[in-house]
C-alpha cells in the first residue's frame, strides 16, 4: 500500500460526532503515522531480541484547559495535570496504552466569558472545574539509538467536567494526538517526555515514567 492509498483510507473513515471537526487539523499527523507505518514494516530490526511485555505508566506536567461546554459558558486556565495507565508492547516499534487522566481544575466563567461581549446584563460567576477522562492509544516508536527514541500517539479520550454550574457540566469523546522522546536506562525503566492535544481544547506537556514488568 502507497502512502497516497492509506491516506486516503484513513480520510475515508467515518468519524464519530465530536471529532469531524478536527479532521483537517489531524490529516498530516494520521499520515506521519501511515508513513511511519510503512516505513517500519520493511525495517530489518531483528524481532527476536524483542520480548513483548506490558508496562505501567505514570506522568505529571502542566494542562492548558480552553473550551465551551455551552455558547454562554467557558473553561480556560492552566492546571497541574496527571496520567496513570498501562500499556503492552507487541514490538519495538508499536504498543496499546489506557490510562486515567486528570486534568486538573481550571477555571470556568458562567453566565458570559471574559472574551465575549454580553448585549444583556448576565451575573458573571467564576469557579473551579475538575476536568477528568479516560484515554486509549496506539503508540508508535522509532528508536534513535539502543536507548533513546521518538514516539506518537494516536486514540481517544473520553473526558468529563464537573462543577457546581450546569453549563459548566460536559462530557464527550474526541480524538487524542500527540508525541515526545523516550529514554529508556535499563531493561524496566525509562522516562518520557510529551505533548499532547485533545480536540475539545486540552494540551498538556507531561514528564513521565514507564516500568516495565
Not at 480552553?66 to 516499534?93: K, L, M
Request: aromatic fraction near 12%; include cysteine.
Amino acid at each position: 500500500m502507497t502512502l497516497s492509498v492509506a491516506v486516503d483510507v484513513f480520510a475515508g473513515i467515518e468519524c464519530p460526532q465530536g471529532i469531524k471537526d478536527g479532521e483537517m487539523k489531524t490529516k498530516n499527523f494520521v499520515a506521519f503515522i501511515v508513513w511511519v507505518t510503512i516505513l517500519l514494516a520493511g525495517s530489518p530490526a531483528s524481532a527476536g531480541e524483542f520480548a513483548s511485555h506490558g508496562y505501567l505508566l505514570a506522568s505529571i506536567g502542566e494542562a492548558d484547559t480552553d473550551f465551551r461546554p455551552t455558547i454562554s459558558d467557558a473553561i480556560q486556565d492552566d492546571d497541574t495535570a496527571f496520567e496513570i495507565g498501562v500499556g503492552f508492547a507487541f514490538n519495538p516499534y508499536f504498543s496499546v496504552e489506557g490510562s486515567y487522566q486528570d486534568f486538573g481544575e481550571p477555571t470556568g466563567f458562567a453566565g458570559c466569558p471574559p472574551e465575549v461581549f454580553c448585549i444583556a446584563i448576565v451575573p458573571l460567576s467564576a469557579e473551579p472545574v475538575e476536568v477528568t477522562g479516560w484515554s486509549v492509544a496506539l503508540r508508535g516508536a522509532v528508536p534513535v539509538t539502543d536507548s533513546l527514541s521518538v514516539f506518537a500517539r494516536l486514540g481517544f479520550l473520553s473526558w468529563d467536567t464537573s462543577a457546581r454550574t450546569a453549563g459548566l457540566n460536559d462530557s464527550g469523546t474526541d480524538l487524542l494526538y500527540g508525541g515526545g522522546i523516550a529514554a529508556d536506562f535499563n531493561e524496566r525503566f525509562g522516562l518520557q517526555l510529551s505533548y499532547e492535544e485533545a480536540d475539545p481544547g486540552i494540551e498538556t506537556v507531561k514528564l513521565g515514567v514507564r516500568l516495565r514488568f
